[in-house]
């Protein structure tokens, strides 16, 4: 009997590159999940050690023939990380901190069965042309990125008409390394 892949994430972006990577999942329960870590932690663990915390508080057991994942991503600009935005003027400040530079974006994944945990993390480089201030409000008042680490999404208009170079994995963009999970899923069911 096959393994069940539990998806346990409200991010659209993850259930559509699953979907269009072929991998099947089922989703997860709803639940909330702290999204504190410690301060004194190196930015790059933070995504990984966030993906592990969710995993630790999903809210049923897991049995014989589940995969739980979770997964966070997380925005890196000179060791600060860029978080959701909790307000336009947030999201503006961010993208205005990111126009005309390279950033790192981390994404972390977990995950676990009823005997394992596995997890790591894997980075990509984002490259922004600057924009204007006009480019940048239009965008933030049109997609309202406010769910998106860094106050963007690349699948959107400010991927394609502001992002110069990308370096690595284009789904760790997006929130989820497809081709290292791939790989990581017959790892963990052995």
Do not use: W
Not at 61 to 86: F, H, R, Y
């Amino acid at each position: 009997m096959r393994n069940t892949l539990i998806l346990a994430s409200s991010s659209p972006r993850r259930k559509e590159l699953l979907t269009i990577a072929g991998i099947p999942f089922v989703e997860g329960l709803c639940y909330k999940c702290d999204e504190s870590y410690p301060a004194d932690m190196p930015t790059h663990a933070v995504a990984e050690y966030l993906a592990s915390k969710k995993s630790n508080l999903y809210p049923k057991e897991i049995s014989e023939k589940q995969i739980l994942l979770t997964a966070d991503t997380v925005v890196i600009l000179n060791e600060e990380i860029l978080g959701k935005p909790t307000n336009r003027e947030e999201a503006i400040k961010m993208l205005a901190k990111l126009s005309g530079k390279k950033h790192e974006v981390v994404t972390g994944v977990c995950l676990r069965t009823k005997n394992k945990k596995f997890s790591f993390s894997d980075s990509s480089y984002v490259y922004f042309a600057p924009m204007s201030i006009e480019e940048i409000e239009d965008y933030v008042d049109t997609c309202k990125p406010y769910d998106k680490a860094g106050a963007y999404g690349v699948q959107e208009k400010i991927g394609y008409t502001c992002i110069e170079k990308i370096e690595g994995l284009y789904s760790n963009i997006m929130g989820l390394p497809v081709q290292r999970l791939y790989k990581a899923l017959f790892s963990i069911k052995n």
